[in-house]
């Protein structure tokens, strides 16, 4: 997946001065939640009143309390979770990198204006990293990520941009003019560093493994694997590089402080569907529970089933689309010639969105680079970023109206529009991504489908489809 194409420079350059652009913008649009006057712990006294009904909501002000980062506690090491789920001492339910990010954050930080702050300074070369990449990568598709309402409304919504960084990051490795196993190595370090800020990039280490297995573009790009041959030491090198690095960052953490660290995961393990996570379990399966004629005993009972149901149905169905997109992938690749490894990554990343009992709104940077980098039509584009806008600022909305006891049916449209409207159009961009190409040409690419293959005919790896 080497580059043929060289950007030219004046786009790289306009792409990341846009991403600035972008991030000041969402930067300020977050800090008008957090202003002065502050109460006794640092909290600024209009953050509760206008978070939802203004739009300026952010886990990062949010979290400045209830989990100990006011107190500038180490993460992890000293902390635990109730058994009510509560987490205590320091521990913080993202994985460690993204606990230490917090941690720096809270440093020179007083209040929870100042976390802000200071969070977003380390967060935004992030952002800009990725507005590099994608642009040397894509030219000027790569505005999708620097002027899209993406990255204004959830740069600092949360800590998404070093993960997305990390995630960009392995892709543009491999486009690096280096041998095979050593890029695809590189690219599971950082795949691995990104499981350990947000959980998703692990899961783009199977389908690199695949592609290393199959020898890259064509089959031919490994001196290890002939005809009919694959690679299977390079695929375990692969696969050995990013549980290495996965379990060099946590192993600390583990043995200074095993609950504290095992308290991140069992959080997310309790954590329910419930309003606030905007999933389709939430919003299409617990109908099937919940009436409005139950008592309180059955409502608490049918609230359980249900519970327990998603707590099975959503994990057992994500790694469904897992092994579902991994062998579409291995059908595409016996038909063009190249296993379509960032392709597959995207339609997982699909699969896991839709399917996972949390969708919050800001996991939509996520998706964002695939969007820029893979051939899908900018009409889907376009529409997802329109039922997107209709979640980021109803669900908001939603939230202010049911709290000021207010009609919400209107603002409760916007929130079923966005959350049916990704629902559709995460299943399309599934199917999509696994036929596309990238957007930028790399050596090998070629739109036809006959190419002779070395590889038997059983197993055909044609021409590459440019990943």
């Not at 649009?29 to 006057?37: D, F, H, S």
């Not at 990293?129 to 899209?148: D, F």
């Not at 409005?292 to 009972?301: K, V």
């Not at 339609?347 to 940077?365: D, I």
């Amino acid at each position: 997946m080497r580059s043929a194409v060289r950007t030219n420079p004046t786009t790289v350059i306009v792409v990341v001065a846009m991403a600035a652009i972008g991030l000041i913008l969402g930067y300020l649009n977050k800090a008008r939640c957090a202003v002065a006057p502050f109460d006794a712990s640092g909290r600024s006294t209009v953050f509760d009143a206008i978070k939802d009904s203004s739009v300026c909501y952010s886990d990062i002000q949010f979290l400045w309390l209830g989990r100990d980062i006011d107190n500038h506690i180490f993460p992890y090491i000293h902390g635990a979770i109730t058994s009510d789920g509560i987490l205590t001492g320091g521990t913080v339910e993202y994985p460690v990198l993204s606990g230490l990010l917090m941690w720096l954050g809270a440093i020179p930080a007083h209040t929870d204006a100042q976390f802000l702050l200071t969070s977003a300074l380390i967060l935004a070369p992030f952002g800009l990293l990725t507005a590099w990449m994608l642009g040397r990568l894509a030219g000027w598709p790569a505005l999708l990520w620097s002027i899209g309402p993406p990255l204004v409304m959830y740069a600092f919504h949360n800590w998404e941009l070093p993960v997305v960084a990390s995630a960009v990051g392995a892709i543009f490795v491999m486009t690096l003019p280096m041998p095979l196993r050593r890029r695809a190595m590189l690219a599971s370090v950082l795949l691995a560093v990104g499981f350990c800020l947000k959980i998703y990039p692990g899961a783009f280490v199977l389908p690199l493994i695949a592609y290393v297995v199959t020898g890259g573009i064509g089959g031919r790009e490994s001196a290890d694997s002939g005809r009919g041959r694959y690679d299977i030491l390079g695929g375990l090198m692969v696969a050995g590089t990013a549980i290495a690095t996965a379990v060099a960052v946590n192993l600390p953490f583990a043995v200074l402080g095993y609950e504290g660290w095992r308290a991140s995961f069992t959080f997310q393990s309790m954590r329910q569907a419930d309003l606030t996570t905007n999933s389709i379990w939430y919003w299409g399966l617990r109908h099937f529970y919940i009436t409005d004629q139950m008592t309180p005993d059955a409502y608490t009972e049918a609230e359980a089933n249900f519970q327990d149901v998603v707590d099975i149905a959503s994990p057992l169905l994500v790694f469904a689309a897992f092994l579902l997109a991994l062998w579409l992938g291995w059908r595409r690749a016996a038909v063009v010639g190249t296993y379509p490894w960032v392709a597959v990554s995207g339609s997982m990343l699909c699969g896991f969105m839709l399917l996972h009992k949390v969708h919050s709104p800001q996991y939509t940077l996520w998706l964002l680079p695939f969007l820029v980098l893979l051939r899908v039509p900018w009409s889907v584009v376009g529409a997802y970023l329109v039922v997107d806008l209709s979640m980021g600022i109803g669900v908001f909305k939603y939230f202010a109206a049911l709290a000021s006891g207010a009609d919400a049916s209107d603002e409760e449209f916007f929130v079923l529009v966005g959350v049916w409207g990704r629902a559709l159009l995460l299943v399309v961009l599934f199917v999509l991504f696994l036929r596309a190409r990238m957007r930028v040409p790399f050596p090998g690419d070629t739109d036809r489908a006959d190419t002779p293959s070395r590889r038997p005919a059983a197993t055909s790896l044609t021409a590459s489809s440019g990943q």
